[in-house]
């Protein structure tokens, strides 16, 4: 058994590595780096948090930036560290994990798992969610009251088969939503576009996970995981 996962009437630690949290050029890396780990350890904090309550769990999610930095986590599960996960983007189709998996080897990926095909695919499959962030960050809704759901680039695909579903969730958010920028003195509506960094983890957060869980394999595979450790 890992060292730090108790059992009994104890309370269980797991942390979640997650890929994410890097810095926009304009200010110091120093001040970048903590602002924006920290909206990615919040909004996945406030997801996992929906199965991993604080009365059985110590949860703690750690951004590790990119995911080179995967190899570096997985080391520190494997030396026992800390108990946990490691959760990255596969950037590719479904069958393309296997072959991600081996390219950790020899460390144990017993403890990887990954957004398929990125953390934008969880993002899209829960559309409506859009509509809420939108109307929360007081963008204008565009075309009406047509539900993104019924968008061709979405529609009746499963998101584990949306190729660039990032690039494909930016062409959403410009086709549905507008934002008000002032230029040359005047206020003009300009198209939303889609921030990984600002965006990202705030949809994040607003995301049931139970319907993540019945959507993608992974992740019912990783609260499992999880779970069989408490």
Known sequence: MAEGINRGQEMVSITIFVEGGTFM?????????????????????????????DEKFELIVQPIGPVSQAKKYLQKLADHEVSGVVLIDLDGPKAQKDTRLQSYSPADTSRLFFMIQEMEA????????????AMDEGLTRK?????????????NIHPEELADPAAKLNTLFRKYFSIQKKRGGKVKDKPKSYSKIKDGPQLIA????????GDFDEAQSL??????ES
């Open 206 to 213: 607003r995301l049931k996970l139970d319907s993540l869980v």
């Open 143 to 155: 075309r009406g009251t047509e539900k993104i759901a019924n968008d061709a680039l979405i529609r």
């Open 122 to 133: 969880w993002i899209l499959s829960q559309p409506e969610k859009l509509d809420e962030y």
């Open 25 to 53: 050029a304009g200010d110091s890396e120093a001040v970048q780096t903590i602002d924006n780990s920290s909206a990615f350890r919040e909004g996945f904090h406030r997801l996992f948090s929906q199965k991993f309550t």
């Open 223 to 228: 609260v499992a995981r999880i779970l069989g």
